[in-house]
């Protein structure tokens, strides 16, 4: 999967992270490679929100346009296809070969 441009991401989507480590008990590093995001991003931003300053991380880059923001949106989304149409085509070739 591809990031997001430069490692920007939403506030909301940061503090949504910390809360999967911090409230659900997930680890680090199975949050970030589920998110396919650096384990120290991840983790700064845990450390972050347990100071309280979660909202302070980001403030002086410049926000992304809208085309910036839908291009990652659809990188994103192509990146889920592929990998959906892979799973499918293994499933396939398991089950063909199994029928035989």
Avoid: C, H
């Amino acid at each position: 999967m591809k990031r997001i441009p430069q490692g920007r991401y939403l506030k909301e989507f940061r503090e949504e992270a910390a809360q999967l480590v911090v409230a659900q008990d997930l680890s680090i590093s199975e949050l970030s490679r589920r998110l396919d995001i650096p384990k120290s991003t991840v983790s700064n931003w845990v450390k972050a929100s347990m100071a309280g300053k979660l909202g302070n991380i980001g403030k002086n880059r410049r926000e992304l346009s809208d085309t910036e923001l839908e291009l990652a949106r659809l990188k994103w989304e192509l990146a889920q296809v592929k990998m959906e149409r892979d799973i499918l085509k293994k499933a396939a070739a398991y089950f063909a070969k199994e029928s035989i």
